[in-house]
């Protein structure tokens, strides 16, 4: 295998790319300036130097505590509790949250071996001084739907309000193509108007 | 911006991978083992260095001339050509095609500002010695049939069969989805049974 068919394959076994792109993505760095390419390494070897676990929330960080947890003007008395780091990403772009984060790192799936003792929940227990409301944002699957009746359990003894963020139809979308499941949600949580 | 940012960034001016595909990606190579990491770096790094032209057919290869070109069971007679190395590979992977390439680096297209005298004609033109047929594998796009009129013009003084992939209903399509101009193109490239 000659150097371009190792990168081709090494770049098809990351998530979401298949191995056409991979050709693709691997011709496009030949065509380009070998500049895009030595970027890319010098990131790439650095990457697990720079980057750690954020010891409070569990992010992904530079400096520990992450700019969440250190940012004072966050509200430290609402967590929203994620499945992993990336999660933290795509809450933040909406700009909509203002509370700090918590990473659970992964979700209850006894079919694949995570029980809550592989979570991030002692943790969690641990940081709930002060904390008025847990948001459970964890995906509206039937790991999630699992995980957020194992922590609504645990969490009862707290006088802490637990949410857990609204499953329904996408904006934009038609009700003609919604399944049968997503449908029903729709229905019992409906809002009045 | 932070390493985990940057390499989003890097990653998502690949062709085919968006912002939220790139995230992903950096997210798995931190959660997976910093092998990996270093393994694509030290790939990248090399690439440029491993990898270049074929002086014959204008192929990625690592020694030159490449596999095909040094193949002395490839039937030099008959010469493929193609826009760009990667559609080669494409090729190759059918393990039909039993003779050798020529890569144009491109399709003529005016308006992108790309004539005939960009593309790797001359060096097509010098190799004809000893070649029965000539295979135009150009995209079935306006800038594929603009590049194969002109090529049909310039190769018609020599004693060359010229052909052109065919255009059709791909396999597995559906009458009913084919759009106008490829019906058509199946119309009159029909085949007796």
């Known amino acids: 295998m000659n150097a371009l068919d190792r990168l081709v394959t090494l770049f098809s076994k990351l998530p979401g790319i ?8 691997v011709y496009h760095i030949l065509d380009s300036s070998p500049v ?6 010098k990131e790439l070897t ?11 929330c569990g992010g992904f960080t530079e400096a520990d505590p992450c700019s969440v947890c250190a940012d004072s003007n966050r509200d430290k008395s609402i967590i929203c509790v994620i499945e992993n780091a990336q999660d933290m990403r795509i809450i933040e772009e909406g700009r909509e949250f203002t509370g700090v984060y918590h990473v659970l790192g992964g979700l209850i799936a006894p079919l ?12 969690l227990l641990s940081r709930l001084d002060g904390v008025d409301e847990i948001i459970l944002a964890l995906n509206p699957t ?11 359990k645990i969490l009862k003894s707290y006088p802490i309000e637990i949410s857990r963020l609204a499953s329904g139809m996408p904006v934009g979308g ?3 193509y919604i399944d049968k499941l997503t449908l029903s949600r729709s229905f019992k949580g409906r809002t009045k108007i």
């Open 112 to 123: 694949d071996g995570v029980s809550p003792a592989n979570l991030s929940i002692d943790k």
């Open 174 to 176: 038609n009700i003609e």
């Open 46 to 56: 650095t990457l697990h130097q720079l980057i750690r676990r954020c010891g409070t």
């Open 18 to 25: 298949g191995k056409k792109s991979a050709g693709r993505i």
């Open 142 to 152: 039937v790991e999630g739907d699992t995980t957020a009746l194992y922590l609504q």
């Open 36 to 41: 895009l390419a030595h970027t890319l390494a």
